[in-house]
Structures are given as structure tokens and as C-alpha cells.
């Protein structure tokens, strides 16, 4: 069973930076689509970004366009979030997320993922 674990989160001035990890266990993350989501206090989870399970495309929400990336390294057993110009906005528990798929799928709704990590908190503030 798939099984993945987020690392990475803290405490971050606004302005600054932050890099996620994902650690993928039990299989690789080949033939998996990888996200990332958010969940702010008393607010929906919201799906942030997502690299499509054949590598061919990466989308984010509007709200981290141009902030935030994501990446996989080349064993397909590691995610990552890059966070750069972070504002307190962006303040919530992070999670990861892959689904396996065939075709070219991609998602950033949470109800299409099945395996989920446990979370880790990013908070924006000085």
C-alpha cells in the first residue's frame, strides 16, 4: 500500500521561502499523479498543484501561480513543493497527494486522490 509522509513545514516570515518533501513508501510513484493541497482553518481543502501522472503536465491554482512549484526526482519516490514569495494567506496544513491513472490525468480536486499524507503546517507570519 501506497503510503506517503510530508515533511518540511514551519514557521516563515512573509516573503520568504519554503521546499515540502513527500516521501512515497511501499511503491514508487510511477503511473501517479502528484499534488499538493491546503487546508486553512475553517476552510474547504483546496488543491494547489498537481504534476499529471505521465510527467507531460504540471498546473497550480491562481492563487500560487508563479510562487509555488512542484517537482518529482528522478527515482519517482520523492515530491516536492517549492514555496518562494509565501504570505500569510498561505498559512495551512499541506498535504500530498497521488493517484494512479491511465492515460494523462490530472486533478486538483481532492475527492480523485486516494492516498493521502498526514499533513505538515506552513505558517506565514512576522
Known amino acids: 500500500q501506497l503510503q506517503l509522509v510530508e515533511s518540511g513545514g514551519g514557521l516563515v516570515q512573509p516573503g520568504g521561502s519554503l521546499r515540502l518533501s513527500c516521501a512515497a513508501s511501499g511503491f514508487t510513484l510511477r503511473d501517479y499523479a502528484v499534488a499538493w493541497f491546503r487546508q486553512a482553518p475553517g476552510k474547504e481543502r483546496e488543491g494547489i498543484s498537481c504534476m499529471s501522472n505521465r510527467r507531460t503536465t504540471t498546473v497550480y491554482a491562481d492563487s500560487v501561480k508563479g510562487r509555488f512549484a512542484i517537482s518529482i526526482d528522478r527515482a519517482e519516490k520523492m515530491v516536492y513543493l517549492q514555496m518562494n514569495s509565501l504570505k500569510p494567506e498561505d498559512t495551512a496544513v499541506y498535504y500530498c497527494?497521488?493517484?494512479?491513472?491511465?492515460?494523462?490525468?490530472?486533478?486538483?480536486?481532492?475527492?480523485?486522490?486516494?492516498?493521502w499524507g498526514q499533513g505538515t503546517q506552513v505558517t506565514v507570519s512576522s
Open positions: 497527494a497521488a493517484e494512479v491513472a491511465g492515460g494523462s490525468w490530472w486533478s486538483l480536486s481532492s475527492d480523485e486522490f486516494d492516498s
